[in-house]
């Protein structure tokens, strides 16, 4: 597993990491097929396997 985190290198977030982006600026790369589009599906997928683990577990309690 690689634990480096992807980097902005462009625009107004530039140097901040996909992990601290706006959905709405991760929504935008993928709708518009950006070049990094990529590494903003997979931060807005971990972001919503967070947020399902996060519900199941509550579920569970």
Known sequence: MNNEMPICDFGL????????LPASFLNWMVEI?????QLARQELLRREDAVLATFKNTKNS
């Open 13 to 20: 977030h530039i140097g901040e990491p996909y992990t601290r």
């Open 33 to 37: 097929n950006h070049d990094k589009s």
